[in-house]
């Protein structure tokens, strides 16, 4: 109990100083490079979305929408992300569909409880999209 007691005292220390410094870090370049990845690295990417959405279906087919959510929303963050500056310089209106099916569509189906088949088709639709975007980025 004293090492709880102990980190509980901390934690909110910690928590200010994170905080504070990636306030600190952040919007202090204009040097976009450090953050946008290369086309072949988006096309890595890509491969890396199309697996986590995949695997988000396969979780709502077994009734965990709570992961398949936060699947889809790890796809966005840690992934779309990257994608959107390169695929953005080709095709913006296509990264900004994207960015929607993405992050709100799909996501508020899952969050609905939509069946697996609902998900699976819009995923299917985001996957066309995706191919699309590996085309251009690879051109």
């Known amino acids: 109990m004293l090492r709880l007691s102990a980190v509980l005292r901390v934690l909110p220390v910690l928590l200010a ?7 600190a870090g952040c919007g202090g370049s204009d040097d976009e490079s450090e953050d946008s990845a290369t086309p072949a690295e988006a096309v890595a990417e890509i491969g890396k979305i199309k697996t986590l959405l995949t695997s988000a279906v396969a979780q709502a087919r077994t009734g965990d929408f709570e ?18 500056a390169p695929l953005g310089e080709r095709d ?12 709100t569509t799909l996501r508020n189906e899952i969050k609905d409880g939509n069946a697996a088949d609902e998900i699976q088709t819009t995923v299917d639709a985001i996957n066309v999209k ?8 690879q051109s």
């Open 67 to 84: 992961t398949a959510e936060e699947t889809v929303g790890d796809a966005y963050v840690d992934h779309f992300e990257s994608v959107e």
């Open 17 to 23: 100083t994170l905080v504070l410094g990636a306030a």
């Open 92 to 103: 913006q209106d296509l990264m900004e569909e994207l960015e929607e099916a993405i992050s």
């Open 130 to 137: 995706l191919d699309k975007a590996v085309e251009l980025l």
